[in-house]
């Protein structure tokens, strides 16, 4: 046990968003930490992958952000245009507000490249931290102590290993040669392209900035997130069989003028036919595994244990909590690496398949459910239940967005019992509603 106290050393693949948090964090607690990374440094790139949705920045990432460092996060927050909810836009024009909160709490819009500069920023003016770029890890042995292999390069040894490096984690493949890991990986039918509202000739906002805009199309649909130059980062979800037959300019124009008509009139039919002929398509997954460490050596954080789409927002902010709770079970164990860890992946598991599963569902609500007068009438049943009883009585989305106390699980557990309710009451109101109806015909027969 006095061997795992005097860890020192740690060795963070992936200097992403969550590698590069996990980093601080650890640096925070007096680790010498080193940082591979298999990429160039983004911030010299002259041209970006143009597959960079923006991210929402909630509860849980704040949360985290603030326990490893306040000044950061506070630095942070000064560069996010705040949400306060969905608008919604229909096909005729009309405009629809649905707020995500009684209490008007905001999700908070931001570049996603520019957030990992301000992280790899930091991590350079650390003096616990170094950061290696265009090292590709080609092997992981975790017999002894741990040591990694990377392409030209000598082998690394570290006291523990910490795997942050995305979806396709080549830390998880190695690590499954150490333990028994469940492991699933699920393609949704669905493709995205990144597409850019400009600002408007004086440089505003074309649209309201404190929305996350939604185009919905039940099949498929179209969103854009402000960021602070004016511009949306716009970005078209369709099925592939869809996306295909957008292969000339004619049928693009076609399928943009029919389903989002004013949304041609922000982008342009220019950009808009630039965009789909010079910028990739991308491929949408959700990963789940368990479990998540090998004894206090390894363990696997952020998009590298538990990969989502991104309808509900959650998955920087879910990778950050990660690295929260990772740090609150160190303080927990005093530093015990394999306590923590094991811990780590006993009472995580649950809450990372929650969310994974919500942000499928979520895809439903966006594309679908948010043109539905049931679904708007249940938001309203639900705020006004959320008014007059409060804490014992909190909408899924304010659980998941603003409440960091509530585990994913545990949000899921409750509104499960919530939704009864609401069935209940939905059943009430229709069937009341049908028995006025009624009543009026007969009387209406009657006088005519």
Known sequence: MDDIKEVKTVAVIGA?????LAALAFAKR???????EQRGDP????????RSINLAVSDRGVNALRNV???LCDSILQHVIPMKGRMIH????ELESQRYDLDNQCINSIDRGYLNDLLLNELDNHELIKVEFGRKLENLNLSGQPTLTFANLDIKSFDIVIGADGVFSAVRHLLQKYIRMDFTQEYIDSTYLELRIPPGEDGDFQIDANHLHIWPRHKFMLIALPNLDGSFTSTLFAPWDVMDTLHSDEK?????????PDAVDLITEKELLYAFHMHPRGKLLSVTCNKYNHTGKCLIIGDASHGMVPFYGQGMNCGFEDVDVLMALLDKHEDDVEKAFNEYTETRHKDLVAIVDLAKENY???RHKVTSKLFVLRKRVDF????YLREKWIPLYTMVSFRSDIPYSEAVARVEFQNKILLGIEGLIVGTGVFIGVKFLKWLGRKF
């Not at 007096?30 to 591979?36: P, R």
């Not at 911030?43 to 143009?50: V, Y």
């Open 16 to 20: 992403g968003l969550v590698g590069s």
């Open 30 to 36: 007096g680790y010498q930490v080193t940082v591979f």
């Open 43 to 50: 911030r010299l790139a002259k041209n970006k992958n143009l």
């Open 69 to 71: 460092d306040f000044k």
């Open 90 to 93: 229909h096909v005729e024009g």
């Open 252 to 260: 693009i124009l076609e399928f943009f003028n029919e389903n989002f």
């Open 364 to 366: 439903k609500e966006m």
């Open 384 to 387: 006004i239940l959320t008014y």
